[in-house]
């Protein structure tokens, strides 16, 4: 999402803090009627217990909701705080002009028909919206929201159905969402689940206020704890970035639903880095380096945030499975395998105290409580939950909780005995209504629970991915010395497609080993500079017009003399002549034979939210086969380059599998590294950039880029 240009802004009339607690607030539209947006928003508020000023405004009414009542936003005797706008779209921007000459610090506005339509008309309206705020200083959230939520503030400033409740359920969860119906859904879930907010945010178009304005916020809030995301689109990638650096910072968990899966546009079809790797992977590099874990569903991502607002995590390794049921203890640990969750290992000294009331085959993880020695008599749930849990190998539990004697009691026991334990104990239940009584006596204790075991999984998985990101954070990039001057980067450059030769050059001028090759500007020419090389050799023709040169025949190895390297070029031009008649062939280059072990791809794009992003994968024909990539914002540290190796499918190729020797990751680190402050030096006249491939030998033999393209921008 593009923030639509507007002129500089006044000063601010209001805090972001204040807008989430305001002192006073306006209603315009407001109405007795529950069926009405601006009726539901003034019971709402009363309802609730919000204990500011409240000021209807409706010029057909003398009071509305037992208040005195204004015809218009100027006859308020003093400027509200905030403003929520009930009102028709076609009358919404007259009605703003009002409340912003009204001296009101924020207009909440849950009209639409603005930016979002994709019609010019509400693209101007949006544009004329944003006009008001910027010369006013009055900040708007939305248009196209559902207002706001803080429970501990008691104010739903919102018209949404869901919150004629008795309570709003306070708690310590931030929840910022572009989409109103769904901020409001999640809340509903979350209330249901006995998950409080601290706050909910819908910020809409974010026309003016935006989700960075309201994450930056919650990361400096003490009381907030974790924070949720719904993000469609971002206003600035690089803010978001900063904002959830400053969260991991603060120990915060920051969890996020994302939608919106861009196609990389007309590089796609030049480029492999574009059509590898498009808005979306560049939103998860920066997740992955900022320790923001993405979730497939609200619901999960809300419960991973309780847990760990309940209890802080561990290593993100150890789960600790408890049941009534062998056969749903052996389900749980292998879906929790399955998911890469690690079963925990008890100590001995665990399983000898579990073997005083359980079989041997019992006493270890999973825990099945059925499979006792002792008489039913002994009542054995609470302390083989605890005792287990208190295992210093157990960072995470789940209970499956299935039909058993005394059922209610016993989840009961289990869920309240896990929930003390001080580490994140996920309570699952595996039957319907059969466990309907040991859901309310759960629910008493104050536990959260699920219907659902692979409800549990999922959110066990968001709960280890979150803390495994704590043990994974890199230090920042760190210019190698050797680099030159950011400034000799644009020196001398062209613009447009590259050729092999040019970016080859500037690759060497940033430390990258390049192979030796000669080029030369006719067919004639290519035996006598084979000369001048060991052979074989490898020739490749030298066109603006082919970018993919091994697909028209454009590249040949491994030729033994110059006889071959002159039939070659032949064969080459006889090619491509009948495949792209229009392509310019504008000579050859004639190259040393590289030899090594493996076949690495290194590319480079410039992301519009992001900036430059590096793409590191298995090279040569296979890179769009395979899809096997890693991703990174620029520039890349060491420690982030080694990570990007790891994440590859098919990392142990490079580490020895099967025998197969070690190859030089270090040079391979180290290409990565200088490569990303070669696209940080180009910054905004980098369009793309790919090495394919660069050549690797064993441990300590370096690697040789033998071939690569760039498109580079006007500066």
Same mark, same amino acid.
């Given at each position: 999402?593009?923030?639509?240009?507007?002129?500089?802004?006044?000063?601010?009339?209001?805090?972001?803090?204040?807008?989430?607690?305001?002192?006073?607030? /306006?209603?315009?539209?407001?109405?007795?009627?529950?069926?009405?947006?601006?009726?539901?928003?003034?019971?709402?508020?009363?309802?609730?217990?919000?204990?500011?000023?409240?000021?209807?405004?409706?010029?057909?009414?003398?009071?509305?909701?037992?208040?005195?009542?204004?015809? &218009?936003?100027?006859?308020?005797?003093?400027?509200?705080?905030?403003?929520?706008?009930?009102?028709?779209? %076609?009358?919404?921007?007259?009605?703003?002009?009002?409340?912003?000459?009204?001296?009101?610090?924020?207009?909440?506005?849950?009209?639409?028909?603005?930016?979002?339509?994709?019609?010019?008309?509400?693209?101007?309206?949006?544009? %004329?919206?944003?006009?008001?705020?910027?010369?006013?200083?009055?900040?708007?959230?939305?248009?196209?929201?559902?207002?706001?939520?803080?429970?501990?503030?008691?104010?739903?400033?919102?018209?949404?159905?869901?919150?004629?409740?008795?309570?709003?359920?306070?708690?310590?969860?931030?929840?910022?969402?572009?989409?109103?119906?769904?901020?409001?859904?999640?809340?509903?879930? /979350?209330?249901?689940?006995?998950?409080?907010?601290?706050?909910?945010?819908?910020?809409?178009?974010?026309?003016?206020?935006?989700?960075?304005?309201?994450?930056?916020?919650?990361?400096?809030?003490?009381?907030?704890?974790?924070?949720?995301?719904?993000?469609?689109?971002?206003?600035?990638?690089?803010?978001?970035?900063?904002?959830?650096?400053?969260?991991?910072?603060?120990?915060?968990?920051?969890?996020?639903?994302?939608?919106?899966?861009?196609?990389?546009?007309?590089?796609?079809?030049?480029?492999?880095?574009?059509?590898?790797?498009?808005?979306?992977? &560049?939103?998860? &590099?920066?997740?992955?380096?900022?320790?923001?874990?993405?979730?497939?569903?609200?619901?999960?991502?809300?419960? /991973?945030?309780?847990?760990?607002?309940?209890?802080?995590?561990?290593?993100?390794?150890?789960?600790?499975?408890? #049941?009534?049921?062998?056969?749903?203890?052996?389900?749980?640990?292998?879906?929790? #395998?399955?998911?890469?969750?690690?079963?925990?290992?008890?100590?001995?000294?665990?399983?000898?105290?579990?073997?005083?009331?359980?079989?041997?085959?019992?006493?270890?993880?999973?825990?099945?409580?059925?499979?006792?020695?002792?008489?039913?008599?002994?009542?054995?749930?609470?302390?083989?939950?605890?005792?287990?849990?208190?295992?210093?190998?157990?960072?995470?539990?789940?209970?499956?909780?299935? #039909?058993?004697?005394?059922?209610?009691?016993?989840?009961?026991?289990?869920? =309240?005995?896990?929930?003390?334990?001080? =580490?994140?104990?996920?309570?699952?239940?595996?039957?319907?209504?059969?466990?309907?009584?040991?859901?309310?006596?759960?629910?008493?204790?104050?536990?959260?629970?699920?219907?659902?075991?692979?409800?549990?999984?999922?959110?066990?998985?968001?709960?280890?991915?979150?803390?495994?990101?704590?043990?994974?954070?890199?230090?920042?990039? !760190?210019?190698?010395?050797?680099?030159?001057?950011?400034?000799?980067?644009?020196?001398?450059?062209?613009?447009?497609?590259?050729?092999? #030769?040019?970016?080859?050059?500037?690759?060497?001028?940033?430390?990258? =080993?390049?192979?030796?090759?000669?080029?030369?500007?006719?067919?004639?020419?290519? /035996?006598?500079?084979?000369?001048?090389?060991?052979?074989?050799?490898?020739? =490749?023709?030298? !066109?603006?017009?082919?970018?993919?040169?091994?697909?028209?025949?454009?590249?040949?190895?491994?030729?033994?003399?110059?006889?071959?390297?002159?039939?070659?070029?032949?064969?080459?031009?006889?090619?491509?002549?009948?495949?792209?008649?229009?392509?310019?062939?504008?000579?050859?280059?004639?190259?040393?034979?590289?030899?090594?072990?493996?076949?690495?791809?290194?590319?480079?794009?410039?992301?519009?939210?992001?900036?430059?992003?590096?793409?590191?994968?298995?090279?040569?024909?296979?890179?769009?086969?395979?899809?096997?990539?890693?991703?990174?914002?620029?520039?890349?540290?060491?420690?982030?380059?080694?990570?990007?190796?790891?994440?590859?499918?098919?990392?142990?190729?490079?580490?020895?599998?099967?025998?197969?020797?070690?190859?030089?990751?270090?040079?391979?680190?180290?290409?990565?590294?200088?490569?990303?402050?070669?696209?940080?030096?180009?910054?905004?006249?980098?369009?793309?950039? %790919?090495?394919?491939?660069?050549?690797?030998?064993?441990?300590?033999?370096?690697?040789?880029?033998?071939?690569?393209?760039?498109?580079?921008?006007?500066?």
């Amino acid at each position: 999402m593009n923030k639509i240009f507007v002129s500089e802004r006044a000063a601010s009339r209001i805090s972001v803090d204040r807008i989430l607690h305001p002192q006073s607030v /306006a209603v315009l539209g407001a109405s007795d009627s529950l069926d009405k947006f601006g009726g539901r928003i003034m019971h709402f508020l009363t309802r609730h217990g919000f204990a500011g000023d409240i000021y209807p405004i409706n010029m057909r009414r003398d009071q509305v909701g037992g208040r005195k009542a204004y015809p &218009a936003i100027g006859a308020v005797p003093k400027a509200p705080d905030v403003a929520i706008m009930a009102v028709p779209s %076609e009358t919404l921007l007259d009605s703003l002009r009002e409340v912003a000459d009204a001296g009101v610090g924020c207009s909440v506005i849950i009209s639409n028909g603005f930016a979002e339509s994709g019609e010019a008309e509400g693209v101007e309206r949006q544009q %004329e919206l944003i006009r008001i705020s910027r010369r006013s200083g009055m900040r708007v959230i939305g248009p196209n929201c559902m207002g706001l939520i803080v429970p501990h503030h008691h104010m739903a400033l919102c018209s949404s159905v869901v919150l004629n409740t008795d309570t709003l359920g306070d708690g310590s969860i931030g929840l910022i969402s572009q989409s109103g119906a769904l901020m409001v859904s999640i809340f509903d879930r /979350a209330k249901t689940d006995g998950i409080g907010l601290r706050h909910g945010v819908s910020v809409g178009n974010q026309s003016d206020l935006e989700i960075c304005d309201f994450l930056e916020y919650m990361v400096e809030d003490d009381k907030t704890k974790a924070i949720c995301l719904y993000i469609e689109g971002l206003i600035d990638g690089v803010r978001f970035k900063n904002a959830a650096a400053a969260c991991r910072k603060a120990g915060k968990p920051l969890f996020v639903v994302k939608t919106g899966r861009t196609e990389a546009g007309v590089i796609a079809a030049q480029s492999h880095t574009a059509s590898l790797a498009g808005s979306h992977e &560049a939103f998860s &590099a920066v997740c992955r380096e900022e320790g923001v874990i993405e979730a497939k569903a609200p619901e999960d991502m809300m419960r /991973a945030a309780h847990y760990l607002t309940m209890h802080r995590g561990g290593t993100g390794k150890g789960v600790a499975v408890v #049941s009534s049921s062998g056969g749903s203890a052996g389900i749980a640990s292998d879906r929790l #395998s399955e998911e890469g969750l690690e079963i925990a290992r008890p100590t001995p000294e665990t399983i000898a105290k579990l073997e005083e009331v359980l079989l041997p085959a019992q006493a270890r993880n999973p825990i099945d409580l059925g499979g006792r020695i002792v008489p039913d008599t002994v009542e054995i749930t609470e302390t083989t939950t605890q005792t287990l849990m208190a295992d210093p190998n157990v960072d995470y539990g789940i209970a499956v909780l299935t #039909s058993m004697p005394d059922y209610a009691n016993k989840s009961r026991m289990i869920a =309240k005995t896990g929930s003390e334990s001080g =580490k994140p104990f996920v309570v699952a239940f595996a039957a319907g209504a059969a466990a309907e009584k040991p859901r309310e006596e759960v629910r008493k204790e104050g536990v959260v629970f699920l219907d659902s075991f692979e409800d549990g999984v999922r959110v066990l998985s968001l709960m280890t991915k979150h803390d495994k990101a704590k043990a994974l954070f890199t230090e920042p990039a !760190s210019r190698p010395r050797d680099l030159p001057a950011a400034s000799a980067a644009l020196a001398g450059i062209g613009t447009g497609y590259q050729t092999e #030769s040019e970016v080859k050059q500037l690759l060497a001028s940033y430390g990258v =080993k390049v192979a030796r090759e000669a080029v030369v500007g006719s067919q004639d020419a290519v /035996a006598v500079a084979a000369a001048g090389f060991d052979f074989p050799v490898v020739l =490749k023709v030298v !066109s603006p017009d082919i970018v993919h040169k091994s697909d028209v025949g454009g590249v040949r190895v491994g030729l033994g003399s110059a006889d071959e390297v002159a039939a070659a070029a032949g064969a080459m031009v006889k090619r491509i002549s009948k495949e792209l008649p229009d392509a310019k062939i504008e000579g050859y280059s004639v190259q040393e034979m590289v030899k090594g072990e493996v076949e690495v791809f290194i590319g480079v794009r410039r992301d519009p939210q992001f900036g430059p992003i590096v793409l590191l994968g298995m090279g040569g024909v296979a890179v769009e086969i395979l899809k096997d990539v890693a991703v990174a914002t620029a520039p890349v540290s060491r420690g982030r380059a080694l990570q990007m190796v790891d994440e590859l499918r098919m990392s142990p190729l490079l580490k020895g599998a099967r025998g197969r020797p070690l190859v030089d990751i270090d040079a391979i680190v180290d290409a990565v590294e200088r490569i990303s402050w070669l696209a940080h030096d180009l910054d905004t006249r980098l369009v793309d950039l %790919e090495i394919n491939p660069l050549i690797v030998r064993t441990q300590g033999g370096g690697a040789v880029a033998v071939d690569g393209r760039a498109t580079l921008a006007a500066g």
